[in-house]
């Protein structure tokens, strides 16, 4: 089984490539965001409860992704491992999820940060408001919220990583055909 982390700052791509890549190596995609707003559109309770944290571009409770997460993962199968998009978020929840997939004899196999500046995130963002329908996609204050959120609380997970030795810088500008296969690359080094 590889598990691979997708990082990089909203706008980067990380979602994009996901897809593609999951495709690639048969592994599951999982995205936190997407899991989210799926419970927003069903109109469960969790969803209403997360609604407000999410139109401001704020972090909902890591024990909410979290257990997101463990579900997916119990419930899997056939599948060569998981790429991880928009998870973890926080310090804590990467420990989390480093003991949770120890527990099930699996491990971190590679974090790869797509970097992207910020004026080409901005640009991407602005693109991306006309055709997602996303709330926190609509506003720029939301937006620059969520990049303050994402230097504040989800970098220390980059550090994290590197010192796990498995974080990998990539560069995030190109065709998304480049891009795609600087992270093949990496990916390769470890399969
Ligand atoms: P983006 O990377 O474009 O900001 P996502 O779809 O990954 O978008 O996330 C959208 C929103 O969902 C976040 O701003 C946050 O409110 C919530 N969210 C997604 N993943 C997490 C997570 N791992 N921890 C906490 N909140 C999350």
Known sequence: MINVLMFG???????????TLAE????????????LRAELAAGTELGK???????SGELVPDDV????????IDATTGKAGFVFDGFP??????????????EREMKIDLMLVLEVNDTELMERMKKRALV?????????????NRIAVYSAK????????????????????????????RLCRHIETVI
């Open 9 to 19: 700052p909203p706008g980067s791509g990380k979602g994009t490539q996901s897809v």
């Open 24 to 35: 690639k190596y048969n592994l599951l995609h999982l995205s936190t965001g997407d899991m």
């Open 49 to 55: 409860k997360m609604e407000a944290i999410m139109a």
């Open 65 to 72: 992704v979290i257990d997101m997460i463990a579900h997916k």
């Open 89 to 102: 978020r926080t310090v804590e929840q990467a420990e989390a999820l480093q003991k949770m997939l120890e």
């Open 132 to 144: 997602s329908g996303r709330a926190d996609d609509a506003d720029e204050a939301v937006i620059n």
């Open 154 to 181: 989800t970098e220390p997970v980059i550090d994290y990583g590197r010192k796990a030795g498995v974080s990998r810088s990539v560069d995030g500008v190109g065709s998304i055909d480049e891009i795609f296969d």
